[in-house]
């Protein structure tokens, strides 16, 4: 039997859609996982998997609506291609004399199943700078995994262009420029912390924090991936401007993995990072392969607006202690050299104000003004999310709000930073999603 392939639920509103591009053509070979269609939904373009290998039949044309569930296509199996292929038997007549059967037909070689066929689909950066030049990418065997197209691809096909076959470009501006988002200010500060083999893992601190919080976690491990950690706007070394959304916020990240060359990575993110690296899965402007959220915010509006404010109106180490405690489970996980450097970074009048006007636009009037229920429940990829039992930030109740496809970590004797009061078990559910979508 043939593995039907169903018209997916792209949003919580709706009930039917469209498929609104076919990457994949009647006829063609499929693998398990490899992207065929796109169907959009007020947010972003949603890739559509194949469930099964085989030979991909009866698709659905491009904008025909179709009901949530309904078969859009279906996927034959080597011997289901056999079968469907067969001319139907002719009847035999009610007559006296029975209608002479047809001859039969000559036996025609079936192709194998690993005949030559079109390349992996390509990611989103390599798809958008290939539509603003104008290649065509079928065909095109990629450096990624399985042969995925990635941008290092295109940016070759277009270097081995001759100039009259290349668009010209605005002046003084890349191809890579053109296809970044809009943001509100330059590439954030971004330092590699490991320089490993294979998929990237990229890491977003939370609230009132910045990339050296991960050292700790990092610390003694044997990884093999390579580690990108971030500043995010207003944090750190990056520009100290305070974005007025979420979308803006995760643009900001998405130019500078560009910048760093990163197509595709696994997202890890804190708190309030963990929410920007959510709200990136589901634009799918970067191949995030899996979400790795540690005490993730966004999931519910409440949130201890005391430690918010307070966090960043103390300045001096006795009245910081109090305050980054209330991070953790056991105060022993502060150490001194913590409290040290929040308390250097207090003295930097202009980043303590980018951090409260954050602050104020995302945690205003004691709420968190943002949701990533929708993100998370529109992303296909895994996600692992490690929460606190004792976490004095954000309610552990609040994982209520995860979906069903989000695995849940609950740990006990621990607060609002997982990795680092737990970072051997915090590191090996992260390894393990690592392994899982490499």
Same mark, same amino acid.
């Given at each position: 039997m043939?593995?039907n392939v169903?018209?997916p639920?792209?949003s919580?509103?709706?009930s039917?859609g469209?498929i609104?591009?076919?990457?994949?053509?009647?006829?063609e070979e499929v693998s398990?996982g490899?992207?065929?269609?796109?169907v959009e939904n007020?947010?972003a373009?949603?890739?559509?998997?194949a469930?099964?290998?085989?030979?991909?039949r009866?698709?659905?044309?491009?904008?025909?609506?179709v009901?949530v569930?309904?078969?859009?296509a279906?996927i034959?199996?080597?011997d289901d291609?056999?079968?469907?292929?067969?001319?139907?038997?002719?009847?035999?007549s009610?007559?006296?004399?029975?209608?002479?059967?047809?001859?039969?037909?000559?036996?025609v070689?079936?192709?194998?199943?690993?005949?030559p066929?079109?390349?992996?689909?390509?990611?989103?950066?390599?798809?958008?700078?290939?539509?603003?030049e104008?290649?065509?990418l079928?065909?095109v065997q990629?450096?990624?995994p399985?042969?995925?197209?990635?941008?290092?691809d295109?940016?070759s096909?277009?270097a081995?262009?001759?100039?009259?076959?290349?668009?010209?470009?605005p002046?003084a501006?890349?191809i890579?420029?053109?296809a970044?988002p809009?943001t509100p200010?330059a590439?954030?500060?971004?330092?590699w912390?490991h320089?490993?083999?294979?998929?990237?893992?990229?890491?977003l601190?939370?609230?009132?924090g910045d990339?050296?919080?991960?050292?700790?976690?990092l610390?003694?491990?044997?990884?093999?991936?390579p580690?990108?950690?971030?500043d995010?706007?207003?944090?750190?070394?990056?520009?100290?401007?305070?974005p007025?959304t979420l979308?803006?916020i995760?643009a900001?990240?998405?130019?500078t993995l560009?910048?760093n060359?990163?197509?595709d990575?696994?997202?890890?993110?804190? @708190?309030f990072? !963990?929410a920007?690296a959510?709200?990136? #899965?589901?634009?799918? $402007?970067?191949?995030?392969?899996?979400?790795? %959220?540690f005490?993730?915010?966004?999931?519910?509006?409440?949130v201890?607006s005391s430690?918010?404010?307070?966090?960043?109106?103390a300045?001096?180490?006795?009245?910081?202690?109090?305050?980054?405690e209330?991070l953790?489970?056991?105060?022993?996980?502060i150490?001194?050299?913590?409290?040290r450097?929040?308390?250097?970074q207090?003295?930097?009048?202009?980043?303590?104000? @980018?951090?409260? !006007?954050?602050?104020?636009?995302?945690? #205003?009037?004691?709420t $968190?003004?943002?949701?990533?229920?929708?993100? %998370?429940?529109?992303v296909r990829h895994?996600?692992?999310?490690?929460f606190?039992r004792?976490?004095?930030?954000?309610p552990?109740s609040s994982?209520i709000?995860l979906?069903?496809?989000?695995?849940?970590?609950?740990?006990?004797?621990?607060g609002?930073?997982p990795?680092?009061?737990?970072?051997d078990?915090?590191?090996r559910i992260?390894?393990?999603?690592w392994?899982s979508v490499r």
């Amino acid at each position: 039997m043939p593995t039907n392939v169903a018209y997916p639920k792209a949003s919580m509103e709706v009930s039917s859609g469209s498929i609104s591009r076919w990457l994949v053509a009647d006829g063609e070979e499929v693998s398990e996982g490899q992207i065929i269609f796109e169907v959009e939904n007020d947010k972003a373009v949603i890739e559509i998997e194949a469930s099964a290998n085989g030979i991909i039949r009866e698709l659905v044309p491009e904008g025909v609506e179709v009901e949530v569930g309904d078969k859009v296509a279906a996927i034959f199996a080597e011997d289901d291609v056999s079968a469907s292929a067969k001319t139907p038997e002719m009847a035999v007549s009610t007559g006296t004399a029975a209608q002479e059967p047809a001859p039969p037909k000559p036996v025609v070689e079936k192709p194998a199943l690993s005949r030559p066929r079109r390349g992996p689909n390509p990611t989103p950066l390599a798809r958008r700078l290939a539509s603003i030049e104008g290649l065509v990418l079928d065909g095109v065997q990629g450096t990624g995994p399985r042969g995925r197209v990635q941008k290092v691809d295109v940016l070759s096909m277009i270097a081995k262009q001759t100039a009259p076959a290349i668009r010209p470009s605005p002046p003084a501006q890349s191809i890579v420029e053109q296809a970044k988002p809009t943001t509100p200010a330059a590439e954030l500060h971004a330092r590699w912390l490991h320089r490993g083999d294979g998929c990237p893992v990229v890491l977003l601190h939370g609230f009132s924090g910045d990339l050296g919080n991960w050292r700790g976690f990092l610390a003694g491990t044997r990884q093999r991936w390579p580690v990108l950690a971030l500043d995010l706007p207003g944090h750190g070394k990056s520009p100290l401007v305070s974005p007025p959304t979420l979308d803006a916020i995760a643009a900001m990240v998405e130019e500078t993995l560009y910048a760093n060359g990163v197509d595709d990575c696994v997202l890890a993110g804190h @708190s309030f990072g !963990a929410a920007v690296a959510a709200r990136m #899965a589901a634009r799918r $402007q970067v191949g995030v392969r899996g979400l790795c %959220l540690f005490a993730p915010a966004g999931l519910t509006p409440t949130v201890n607006s005391s430690f918010t404010q307070g966090i960043l109106q103390a300045r001096s180490a006795s009245s910081l202690r109090p305050w980054l405690e209330t991070l953790v489970h056991d105060a022993s996980k502060i150490s001194e050299t913590f409290v040290r450097v929040t308390e250097e970074q207090r003295q930097n009048q202009a980043l303590t104000q @980018s951090m409260q !006007a954050i602050g104020e636009t995302f945690f #205003a009037d004691g709420t $968190q003004c943002f949701s990533i229920r929708q993100d %998370l429940a529109d992303v296909r990829h895994p996600i692992r999310v490690v929460f606190g039992r004792q976490d004095e930030v954000l309610p552990f109740s609040s994982t209520i709000a995860l979906p069903g496809h989000a695995a849940l970590h609950a740990l006990d004797r621990c607060g609002h930073m997982p990795h680092l009061e737990h970072p051997d078990l915090s590191f090996r559910i992260l390894d393990e999603l690592w392994h899982s979508v490499r």
